[in-house]
């Protein structure tokens, strides 16, 4: 923990003191299905300059995936998603050697390959599920999102249900850390992230958001990637492209109630605004 109580979070070499400002974690899509710009970054130089934009938008951390996880969508193999994302940080390593990479998959051989081409975090929609996962993070020293995602993508948003949807996730949560850490891994190096949109109902999400303090127990960052989401489509019944503002309105909730790191396409404009809830939020101390 650091000096004024909140988590510190160690990825490869580097440490975020996550009391000090939040973190924002920029969207690299290296697909052709992504649910908002699957196609657009699928060669490694277009996805490579607009990591390089993230960055220089503020961003802190930039989240590279090769295999969509929206919703119905269809898993991709182990070589293929190799080969979307590897020669995308191992250019982006030799062109931005300071930025921080994290790796999108759920694959502990991605993973492995990753780590080892440079990327410091393994952003893990299934928390870990690859029995290999754990042993990868922790002989490479990297960082860990453990998410909660009720079933697969393929099928996740069919009719999911729960009785307490804070209660579960957290109690998930706690279990999926308690097993990291069982593993080997530095608690200071894992994540949470309640998993918005990943078998969950409006509803669910709605909740999920309104009480994200109640994962601030976990004394690990929480991460929550409320980005362009389908949530914020129903609530403004608006389309993927035109829900910016709408994520800046989740972003400056969750970062006001406590969230650490905000998973987003649109960096520049969320890193405006979390700057500005920070300085409000610090002020004083």
Same mark, same amino acid.
């Given at each position: ?45 277009? %996805?490579?300059?607009? $990591?390089?934009? #993230?960055?220089?938008?503020? *961003?802190?951390?930039? /989240? &590279? ?21 590897i020669p995308v940080i191992r250019r982006l390593v030799e062109e931005s050697p300071r930025a921080v990479i994290s790796i999108d998959t759920r694959k %502990?051989?991605?993973? $492995?390959?990753? #780590?080892?081409?440079?990327? *410091?975090?393994?952003? /893990? &929609? ?45 109690e998930y949560l706690r279990e999926r850390v308690e097993a990291a850490a069982f593993a080997g891994i530095d608690p200071e190096r894992i994540a949470i ?92 101390r």
């Open positions: 923990m650091s000096p004024m109580g909140g988590p510190v979070w160690r990825v490869g070499e580097r440490a975020f003191d996550c009391s000090e400002r939040t973190l924002v974690m920029g969207i690299v899509n290296v697909t052709p299905d992504s649910f908002s710009d699957g196609g657009r970054f699928l060669l490694p130089v277009y %996805a490579v300059r607009h $990591a390089q934009q #993230l960055l220089a938008d503020g *961003a802190d951390i930039v /989240d &590279v995936g090769g295999e969509s996880t929206r919703p119905g969508s269809d898993p991709v193999g182990t070589d293929e998603e190799l080969s979307r994302v %502990a051989a991605v993973a $492995a390959a990753a #780590l080892a081409e440079g990327a *410091a975090i393994v952003n /893990d &929609v299934s928390a870990g599920a690859d029995p290999g996962m754990f042993d990868v993070v922790r002989e490479a020293g990297a960082g860990i999102v453990l998410m909660h995602m009720k079933g697969e993508p393929k099928t996740m948003q069919q009719a999911p249900v729960y009785e307490d949807v804070v209660g579960e996730v957290h992230d309640p998993g918005i949109g990943f078998g969950k109902e409006l509803e669910d999400n709605l909740e999920l958001l309104r009480r994200i303090d109640a994962f601030l127990d976990l004394a690990r960052p929480v991460l929550v990637g409320p980005s362009r989401k389908r949530f914020i489509g129903a609530i403004l019944d608006l389309p993927e492209d035109q829900r910016a503002e709408g994520t800046v309105g989740a972003v400056s909730w969750l970062v006001s109630h406590g969230a650490h790191v905000v998973r987003v396409h649109d960096v520049k404009e969320t890193v405006r605004a979390v700057r500005v809830i920070d300085a409000i939020s610090r002020s004083g």
